[in-house]
Each structure stands twice: as structure tokens, then as C-alpha cells.
């Protein structure tokens, strides 16, 4: 099969190579996907799972990309709740190939039937980001109707998401960002947007919820404005103050079969549209994710 594969961990998203891989195998609860559609985190190359396995062992070369949507081909032994010919979506394991290639061994608790009428491109775009914008929002922040949460990269993939979801549930967003993302922050449903660079965030007064994914300093001048009982949720780096009454969290995102089924219905529903830009075939895949353009959004890999 074809696949994308990093061999160098210091050649950086340069390192990444096309090359011809033996089909993967099934093993017990697993799933083989044929992989449509196929979304990539830059920052994967720097996690230690992309070169070694479970055990420390180098698993180089190995395929990057974490999100997919496909259709299924194989089951594995002991393998429940999914049949051969099933659409799904979901998320390949931190420390195995992932979806940059043309077939994938999954863990099958890992993926989500996904609906005739959702793309295979828009699947792709949901796993990392809608997961870890619904948890940091509603299972480590709790976030309810009527409070107000400031939300950092307001218009990245996953501050987006976030934003969106908030709106929905009834809360009121302050988005943060660069200037030119005001307009896409306020079309997404935040009622107010600080260009954290030209204006301070201390102007934002207080929120009960802050949702980070950028740290720094940024981090540390967001604790200040969390009302007593708040909560700082962050998946850039541990916060190192926690508000008055209130929680600092730091998480990894965790595939989750039930978020991701929320996630497609609200996508079915129109109620959530992640933000697309380019999208490239597999052949491109090492160009158009060296690009440093993002134009409108994520760039998704289309496989098959």
C-alpha cells in the first residue's frame, strides 16, 4: 500500500516521504480501515509515540496522522460493534501507524459509525480537534449555559470547535487571536475578539472558564481573570497558578466513541462546521503539509 512515512525525527514535516508498506495486520479487537480522508497535527513529529512504540522500542519508519474517515475492510479477532463495509471516523493510536496511508489498523473502541451524508473530508477534520474541544469545554470545565468562557487560538481547529460548541450550549465566548481572525471569531458566534496583539487582556473582565491551547504568558495573565470557582483547562502546557476556589487542568485528548457520535449528529444538524482549507491527495500530502498557508483552515489529506 501507499503510505507516508517519517524515518528522521530532527528533518522535522521536511522528513515526510512517500514510500510502498506491507497491508497492515488486524490484531484481536482491531479494525482495518480503507482510509478515505486524513488529518494531521504538526506537532505529532515531536511526540515520543511517533518514534517508539509502547515498550521504548524504535518503530521507525512510521506513518503520522492520528484522524481518519474510511470505511472498514477487515476484522480482527474478538473484534465487536462494527462490520465490514461501515463508514467510520475516528482516531488511530498515539503509538502505532496512523492515517497517512491508504489502509490502518485501528483499535475498533477508537472509531464511530459515521453517517451517508457526512464527507469524508469534514469527518477527517473532527477527531483531534472536536474531542479535545468538547472535553476541555464540558468534561474538565463543566461548562453550562450562562457562564462565559475565553477561548485562546479562537480561530485555529480546535479553538474554532470550541467556540462553536460553547455558542451552542449556550454560553457566552470571548475569542482571542491574531487580528485578521476577528471576523471568522465573530461569524463563528463569540460575542467579543482580543487581538492579543494590540489589545490586553485584562479589558476582558472576568470569565468562569478559560480554554487554552496556547501557554506562556498568555496562560498566566488568563488565570488572573477567572472568577472565584473557575476553572483554567489548557492543552498547551500544565498551568502553573490556579484560580481562587477554582481548578487548573492540563490534558491530552482520549478517544471517545459517544463525544465523536455528538460531535458528527451537530455536524449532520448544521449546528458545527470545521473549518476546512486545502485539500490534497496522499501523493501531495508532504508539500501540502510543509505549506505554512492555512487558508480557511485545516488541510486534509484525501486518500482514497
Do not use: C
Not at 43 to 66: F, N, Q
Not at 122 to 151: N, R
Not at 201 to 214: H, K, M, N, Y
Not at 218 to 228: E, M
Amino acid at each position: 500500500m501507499k503510505a507516508i512515512v517519517v524515518r528522521d525525527r530532527n528533518a522535522g514535516i521536511g522528513g515526510l516521504t512517500p514510500t510502498d508498506l506491507p497491508h497492515p495486520h488486524a490484531a484481536e479487537n482491531d479494525v482495518i480501515v480503507r482510509v478515505h480522508a486524513a488529518g494531521f497535527t504538526p506537532g505529532e513529529l515531536d511526540w515520543p509515540a511517533t518514534w517508539t512504540d509502547r515498550a521504548g522500542r524504535d518503530r521507525t519508519p512510521s506513518v503520522p496522522g492520528h484522524e481518519l474517515s474510511g470505511v472498514v475492510t477487515e476484522l480482527g479477532y474478538g473484534t465487536t460493534g462494527l462490520t465490514v463495509g461501515q463508514r467510520v471516523f475516528g482516531l488511530t493510536d498515539w503509538a502505532r501507524n496512523g492515517s497517512l496511508a491508504e489502509y490502518t489498523a485501528v483499535e475498533a473502541r477508537n472509531l464511530a459509525p459515521l453517517a451517508a451524508d457526512i464527507d469524508h473530508t469534514v469527518a477527517a477534520a473532527l477527531p483531534i480537534s472536536g474531542l479535545t474541544a468538547w472535553q476541555g469545554l464540558f468534561v474538565h470545565a463543566g461548562l453550562t449555559t450562562g457562564q462565559t468562557v475565553l477561548i485562546h487560538g479562537a480561530a485555529g481547529a480546535v479553538g474554532s470547535t470550541a467556540v462553536q460548541l460553547a455558542r451552542e450550549a449556550g454560553a457566552s465566548v470571548i475569542g482571542t487571536g491574531r487580528a485578521d481572525d476577528r471576523e471568522v471569531v465573530l461569524g463563528l458566534g463569540a460575542r467579543a475578539f482580543v487581538d492579543l496583539g494590540a489589545e490586553p487582556l485584562a479589558g476582558v473582565g472576568q470569565v468562569d472558564v478559560v480554554f487554552d491551547v496556547i501557554g506562556g504568558d498568555v496562560l498566566k495573565q488568563s488565570t488572573a481573570l477567572v472568577r472565584p470557582g473557575g476553572t483554567v483547562v489548557s492543552i498547551a502546557t500544565p498551568p502553573e497558578v490556579q484560580p481562587e476556589d477554582g481548578r487548573a487542568i492540563f490534558f491530552v485528548v482520549e478517544p471517545d466513541r459517544g463525544q465523536l457520535a455528538e460531535l458528527a449528529q451537530r455536524v449532520r444538524d448544521g449546528r458545527l462546521k470545521p473549518r476546512i482549507g486545502a485539500v490534497r491527495p496522499l501523493t501531495e500530502a508532504p508539500d501540502a503539509l510543509a505549506s505554512r498557508r492555512r487558508a480557511g483552515g485545516r488541510t486534509i489529506i484525501q486518500v482514497a
